[in-house]
């Protein structure tokens, strides 16, 4: 399983992919990392989507899914303010 060092931060994870879909999906969880994320939400997956938009374009989708536990809101609520004051780049 590869380890991810986070951008602009000193935290790793791990990531596992658990379903690939080639050219459509690739569903990824995070079995243990510094953060705390898996302690945290235990059931915590990502999900990349690619929908082919052209010959030269690809779309691509991240979701985030969690079971709602009353630590999950509070990461939630931090995670919302940390994402909104940073500046988007494209």
Known sequence: MPTCH????????????????????????????TFGISKILSDYRVETTLQKLGESSTKMEISHYYSTTLKAKFLNLIAQRKIASRPTQH
């Open 6 to 33: 986070l951008c602009g931060g000193k935290h790793t994870c791990i990531e596992k992919d658990i379903e690939i879909v080639p050219l459509e999906k690739i569903v990824t969880v995070l079995p243990q990392g």
